[in-house]
T-cell receptor
Framework: DAMVIQNPRYQVTQFGKPVTLSCSQT?????MYWYQQKSSQAPKLLFH???????NEADTPDNFQSRRPNTSFCFLDIRSPGLGDAAMYLC???????????FGPGTRLTVL | AQKVTQAQTEISVVEKEDVTLDCVYE???????LFWYKQPPSGELVFLIR??????QNEISGRYSWNFQKSTSSFNFTITASQVVDSAVYFC????????????FGKGTMLLVSP
């Protein structure tokens, strides 16, 4: 059974056209994370939520925003995608006290 | 600051060979977690193991084994009798184990297992 679900798996957008990626979880974990991963690189943390508390990484561009309307769902909004934003976007969840993160299958974003 | 080094960028082996992926870490914390994740070509990061800093026992799970040595700050991963399905990028990661912590990833090692 899928535990961390990301939709869509592949997303194509145009330069400057806003795009939203979604993540849902059936694990009821308190913490949700968004990562950006470019080719041949490690995942780079963009931000995370502990319940409703939002934590932005210092070097995450303002172009990236996130929403978490409830425990199960988290969204990544890219307000004006540039060519450099083409990447795999990974969502993960964890329970406090374990630090073990469980990842979704990712959304591969292409910017034309 | 925490740091994870995976010096091997890419390793190629032939099926049935044993292979060891190296991971060296740096941290000032006395309590921390170490992890290994597998990322196959499909892209999903798959959790393999978490090790607490107080537990230096080696772990074996099927063909996988992990060797944790605090004296050398290493947490190496060995695959015995490798298979083509083991081909993936493997990431070692570290966290502070303070309630909840973010992961510091190494740059990953790409393992190619050929028939």
């Amino acid at each position: 059974d899928a535990m961390v679900i990301q939709n869509p798996r592949y997303q194509v957008t145009q330069f400057g056209k806003p795009v939203t990626l979604s993540c849902s979880q059936t694990l009821n974990h308190n913490v949700m994370y968004w990562y950006q991963q470019k080719s041949s690189q490690a995942p780079k943390l963009l931000f995370h939520y502990y319940d409703k508390d939002f934590n932005n990484e210092a070097d995450t561009p303002d172009n990236f925003q996130s929403r978490r309307p409830n425990t199960s769902f988290c969204f990544l909004d890219i307000r004006s995608p540039g060519l450099g934003d083409a990447a795999m976007y990974l969502c993960a969840t964890s329970l406090p006290g374990t630090d073990t993160q469980y990842f979704g299958p990712g959304t591969r974003l292409t910017v034309l | 600051a925490q740091k994870v080094t995976q010096a091997q960028t890419e390793i190629s082996v032939v099926e049935k060979e044993d292979v060891t992926l190296d991971c060296v870490y740096e941290t000032r914390d006395t309590t921390y977690y170490l992890f290994w994740y597998k990322q196959p070509p499909s892209g999903e990061l798959v959790f393999l193991i978490r090790r607490n800093s107080f537990d230096e026992q080696n772990e074996i799970s099927g063909r996988y084994s992990w060797n944790f040595q605090k004296s050398t700050s290493s947490f190496n991963f060995t695959i015995t009798a490798s298979q083509v399905v083991d081909s993936a990028v493997y990431f070692c990661a570290l966290s502070e184990a303070k309630g909840y912590s973010t992961l510091t990833f190494g740059k990953g090692t790409m393992l190619l297992v050929s028939p």
